[in-house]
DNA sequence: CAAACTTTGGAACGAGTGTTCTATAATTCA
DNA sequence: TGAATTATAGAACACTCGTTCCAAAGTTTG
C-alpha cells in the first residue's frame, strides 16, 4: 500500500557510517549527512531518528559489517599463534595504506564520547571485552598447540593484545608511517614469546 | 598606562585545559570556556584569539605542564630500566584513579583532530615524536646498565613503548578497571625481558 | 479509477554556535 | 586632575546546528 521507499537502508548505513568515521560523532553535522547518503532529512528522521540514534545504528553497522571482518581470520585461523599475527600483521597493513587515516571507529568513538556518554561507553567496552575473549580464544588453542608458552598468564596477554590492537588503530589514524607501525607490531608480536 | 588585567592567564589557560581535556575540541563550546574560566568573552577574544588560537595555546600549555611532568621521571632517573617501568605504572595509576577518564590531551586531540587539521596533527606527532626520543634513551641507558639485553632494536622497542603508552591512556580514557590497566602494562614491561 | 498511506522535497523553526561591537570602568602617566 | 589606553561587561550579529512541519508525489490495494 505505502509508497516504496526510494534508498536502500544499508547502503545509507555505508555512507552515513563513513563520514562518522572520518569526522567524528561531533564535527559531523545534519547536513554532511544529508549530503553524503543523499537522503532527504525528512526520510532520515523518519527512518533512523535522530543524530544519535543514527549514530548508534552506525556503530552497531560496523560492528557487524567492519569489525566482524577484522576479527574474522582471529576467529577462523586454526592456528592460534598465525591467527593472532595475521590480525596484527593486517592492521597495521590497512592503518598506512588507506589514503585517509581513520582508524577504526569503535576506538575513535570510545575515545570521543565514552566520559560523556553512557550509551557509547558500554557498546565500546562491550566491543572490546568480545575481541579480549577473541584473543583468549586464540592464545588457548596456540598454547594447546605448543607454539605459545603455556606458562603464560592468557587473560593478561589477550588485555594486553586488545590495547595494542587499539594502540595500532590509534597510531594509524594520527597518521604514522609504515615503519614505525611495522615496528610496533612486530615488538607486540614478539611479546608472545 | 593601560588598565590591568583582571585574570591570571595561567589559571585561565589551567581551566580552559581542563574543559578541552575533558570534553575535547568539537563539544567544548565557548559558552563552557567563558563559564569555566569566569573570563569574559570579550576578553578571552582579546587575550587568545579564536578557538582554534586557544586550543593551540593550551595544547603547548598542556604539554609544557602536564607531559613534561608525566616523562620527568623516564628522563631523570638514572637506572633506565626502572624509569621505564615507573613511567608506565604511574600512567597506569594515575589513569584508572581518576573519578573522570580524561586520559592524554595530546593523544585526545590527535585522534579527534589530525586527520582534518594539520596544525594539531604536526604537534601531536612531534610530541610523540619526542616521547620516543625520550623512551630511546631510557633504552639505551637500561642496555649500558645490563638490564636490557643489548640484541634488542632500541628504536623498534622505543615506538612499541609510545604506542603502548598511548594505548594505556585510551584505555583509561575509556574507562577501564584498575586489573585490565595492570594486565596490560605488566605485559607491556615484561617485553622488555 | 480511487482511496489509503508513506515517502519526498524543501521551507521553516528555535536554539545555540563562534565572533564582533559598543559603551563603560579602571588604571597610569603627564 | 585629566588625557590616554586597555580591560570589562553584555548586548548583538550572522550563521549553522539539530529538528519539525506541510504540501506534493508516488505506489499499492480495493
Redesign the pocket.
Same mark, same amino acid.
Given at each position: 500500500? &505505502?509508497? &516504496?521507499?526510494?534508498?536502500d537502508e544499508e547502503s545509507v548505513l555505508d555512507n552515513a557510517m563513513n563520514i562518522f568515521w572520518s569526522k567524528g560523532f561531533?564535527a559531523?553535522?545534519?547536513?554532511?549527512?544529508?549530503d553524503e547518503t543523499?537522503?532527504?532529512?525528512?526520510?532520515?528522521?523518519?527512518?533512523f531518528?535522530?543524530?544519535?540514534?543514527?549514530f548508534l545504528r552506525v556503530l552497531d553497522h560496523y560492528s557487524q559489517k567492519i569489525s566482524a571482518q577484522r576479527f574474522a581470520d582471529l576467529r577462523n585461523i586454526e592456528d592460534g599463534r598465525a591467527a593472532i599475527e595475521k590480525t596484527f600483521r593486517d592492521t597495521a597493513k590497512t592503518g598506512c595504506a588507506e589514503g585517509r587515516h581513520k582508524g577504526c571507529l569503535m576506538v575513535n568513538s570510545g575515545m570521543e564520547l565514552a566520559p560523556h556518554d553512557p550509551e557509547t561507553a558500554a557498546i565500546a567496552h562491550q566491543a572490546f571485552r568480545r575481541a579480549e575473549d577473541t584473543f583468549a580464544a586464540a592464545l588457548k588453542r596456540a598454547i594447546d598447540q605448543g607454539t605459545i608458552s603455556k606458562t603464560k598468564n592468557v587473560r593478561a596477554l589477550a588485555r594486553f593484545l586488545t590495547g595494542s590492537f587499539q594502540g595500532v588503530q590509534l597510531m594509524s589514524r594520527r597518521g604514522a608511517d609504515q615503519e614505525t607501525l611495522q615496528d610496533y607490531t612486530d615488538t607486540i608480536l614478539a611479546a608472545l614469546d
Open positions: 500500500m &505505502p509508497r &516504496p521507499r526510494a534508498f561531533e559531523t553535522s545534519i547536513q554532511d549527512l544529508v543523499g537522503l532527504n532529512r525528512a526520510s532520515m528522521y523518519a527512518s531518528g535522530d543524530k544519535k540514534a543514527l
